[in-house]
């Protein structure tokens, strides 16, 4: 059999440690590949101008299958200050390499699981009757549109005449008509009905595979009408041809609220890129924070499956490392599944589950200690000891 090939995009900080060790898993638990490595992030922003490089595009549009781990995104004066001399004051704007990814390729759907592991001393506990402690079972789904919303990119700071005239015309604008223009910033929530549709169906496809009881749109449809209305619309539409599977409206505000009250309650939770983006980092504290989060991003033909906690730079020189991967190798067992190796996924989760719950190798995080390198001497478990205590239960 041929190998397969993925694409590897360690990119920045943390996302360099985290991705070779979730590639020893997966090597260790049978999965034969090549890797191929790809340029992405802020050292080829600050040398080239581009944080996401037309040969990264090249590659990922060969292989269509990558392991991402992290990127560093700052603001933008921040952003201007640090590139290269010779690369100032040419126009360059910066733009989150993962954001540019996923639009390119038209990854619409991120699905980002949220299930408690047995054992693990980070689960959300919660006070019950009697004053006893109940740790609920937190088994949720995130499904968030990923190329629209507020994360779209179409934004102005001192609109031009074009666009502050069409502006104008909408009768609720005249409350913003005190303010210069060129004070004025904005940022536009655009919806699709094609890609609202196409998410919200994916959840409840999803759901009707896995069993799952309910779907719940998470938007805000009493105050943002026209967007997360048309998705509240087409969740009603949608829900007819699944007769069996509920279908729950939760505002985002009131969602996270409940996400402490009654977690075990939702299964597949649907929202646009900004509320999904935020439903899941919430359901990711309940679940052990985030280095048990993962996520694929998935289009018609490219996939790119990455753990949702960020390059967390101040980690990034740490020797040895001693941030948890558990995050980048669930991610790792997501993209197995899309490539129909879930046997070797189900192999490697359940030996993360049995490394968490017997807990005599544990990261930092889970043993709730302050982030440094100190921490090692305390009894935490390094990054690649982690990958060692899983490799073992393989």
Request: aromatic fraction near 8%.
């Amino acid at each position: 059999m041929t190998k397969r090939t993925i694409v590897s995009m360690p990119g920045d900080g943390i996302g360099q440690v985290v991705l070779p060790e979730a590639i020893r898993v997966l090597e260790a638990a049978g999965f034969e590949a090549d890797y191929v490595h790809a340029d992405i992030g802020w050292e080829f922003w600050c040398n080239e101008g581009n944080p996401l490089p037309q040969r990264t595009l090249d590659i990922l549009a060969k292989h269509k299958i990558a392991l991402f781990g992290a990127i560093t995104s700052k603001p933008k004066a921040e952003a201007d200050a640090e590139l290269a001399p010779e690369l100032k004051d040419k126009g360059l704007v910066y733009y989150s390499p993962i954001v540019g990814m996923r639009q390119h390729f038209d990854l619409n759907i991120c699905i980002r699981p949220c299930q408690t592991f047995k054992g693990n001393p980070l689960n959300f506990i919660r006070r019950g009757k009697g004053n006893t402690i109940e740790e609920p079972m937190v088994d949720s789904v995130i499904f968030r549109q990923n190329t629209e919303g507020l994360y779209g990119g179409v934004e102005w700071t001192n609109p031009s005449d074009q666009v502050y005239e069409a502006l104008k015309t909408h009768p609720k604008f005249k409350k913003f008509a005190w303010s210069p223009r060129e004070e004025l910033a904005v940022s536009t929530r655009i919806f699709t009905k094609k890609y609202t549709e196409k998410i919200v169906r994916a959840a409840f496809e999803y759901a009707d595979k896995f069993g799952y009881k309910s779907v719940t749109v998470c938007e805000k449809p009493n105050v943002i009408r026209e967007t997360s209305g048309m998705m509240l619309t087409l969740g009603k539409a949608i829900q007819k041809e699944y007769p069996h599977i509920q279908l729950w409206n939760t505002n985002i505000d009131a969602q996270m609220m409940w996400i402490t009250k009654n977690p075990e309650d939702y299964g597949v939770i649907v929202a646009g890129n900004m509320f999904g983006d935020i439903v899941s980092d919430g359901f990711a504290g309940l679940i052990g924070g985030l280095g048990f989060a993962c996520s694929a991003n998935i289009g018609d033909e490219v996939a790119v499956f990455e753990p949702t906690h960020g390059s967390a730079p101040k980690y990034q020189n740490f020797s040895p490392s001693i941030v948890n991967p558990i995050a980048m190798v669930l991610s790792a067992c997501m993209m197995l599944d899309h490539i129909g190796e879930s046997d070797i996924a189900k192999k490697i989760r359940k030996a993360v589950a049995a490394v968490i719950e017997e807990r005599k190798t544990s990261a930092y995080d889970m043993l709730k200690m302050r982030g440094s390198q100190e921490v090692l001497k305390q009894g935490a478990a390094s990054t690649s000891q982690m990958a060692d205590a899983i490799i073992a239960k393989l």
